[in-house]
């Protein structure tokens, strides 16, 4: 594969600040690169690093990036550049993977522009980042760990993630192209202490509406909404055949409703000011 890019989520979120930090590595044409994104509620960076200092893990799940380390244990960030300093220690414990693969049967399709895993959906984060001289400190925080790869991000797609008691929701539809098709994937999470409910394509489950913010997916007789109730976002770069050239806004801390229904019962509803979102469509 000549074009590819691999990269990692990484998002913290304590009642006053929100943070998450992308390493990745990407190949266009032959040539490696790789950068580190930092977003917070007020602003997002896109730091070149350099290749040859970038180790990915066999499981996708740690990178070191000259002196900063990203993995499911924590994060070491030691960021240092005209336009952002960076210092400090996460560390990460309890992680909540998924019961198996978010991409179901999807993981053995070959060729597939973007591939999505879910690391963990809620785990606990404690620790101190400071960038550019503002103090992030975490103690007990909800953490939430996802990671892409592939050679594109979808052409248009929506994204929403967000903790709730004891929880975390994900949701997902994008354009999934399949040989001379394109259908439109779903893959949605729903975890709760030890429970997991899961909607997705493999499973039946359909897109109703994607327009204006909002997102409604229906499997069988569940159906599951999010609603974005306001826009914060800030201009992430994103891949286009390994190539990080497309700009793409993603809200990490905003007002989002959700509510999720069986059999015409409401079994969760809350409207969160803390959520993060992406919608590209």
Known sequence: MNNFFQGWYFKCQSES???????????????????????????????PMEY??????????EALMDKSYFGTKGIRLSVNTREVYARGRLYFTGLSPLNYDIMGPFKFFPLMECRH??????????????INGKNYI??????????DRGTSFPRRYAWTQCFFPGGSIMISV?????????????????????????????????????????IVIRQGDTTLTARLLEKN???????????????????????????????GKT???????????EYEY
């Open 138 to 147: 975490f103690k007990n925080d909800p953490g939430y760990i996802e990671a």
């Open 17 to 47: 600040h929100s943070c998450a930090f992308i390493p990745a590595v990407h190949r266009e044409g032959g040539i490696f690169s790789a950068s580190l994104q930092i977003i917070t509620d007020d602003k997002a960076w896109n730091i």
């Open 233 to 263: 976002a800030h201009g992430l770069h994103a891949p286009v055949k390994g190539k990080m050239s497309r700009i793409i806004k993603e809200s990490i801390s905003t007002k989002v409703f959700y509510r999720c229904e069986k059999a």
């Open 117 to 130: 895993s879910v690391i963990s959906m809620r785990h606990a984060v404690n620790g101190k980042i400071t």
């Open 174 to 214: 994008a354009d999934v192209p399949l040989g001379p098709v394109t259908i439109t994937g779903v893959i949605a999470v729903i975890q709760s202490g030890k429970l997991e409910k899961r909607i997705a394509t493999y499973f039946g489950a359909k897109a109703v509406k994607i327009s204006d913010g909002e």
């Open 267 to 277: 079994i969760l509803q809350f409207t969160s000011p803390k959520a993060s979102f």
């Open 52 to 61: 040859q200092r970038f180790m990915p893990s066999a499981n996708g799940a």
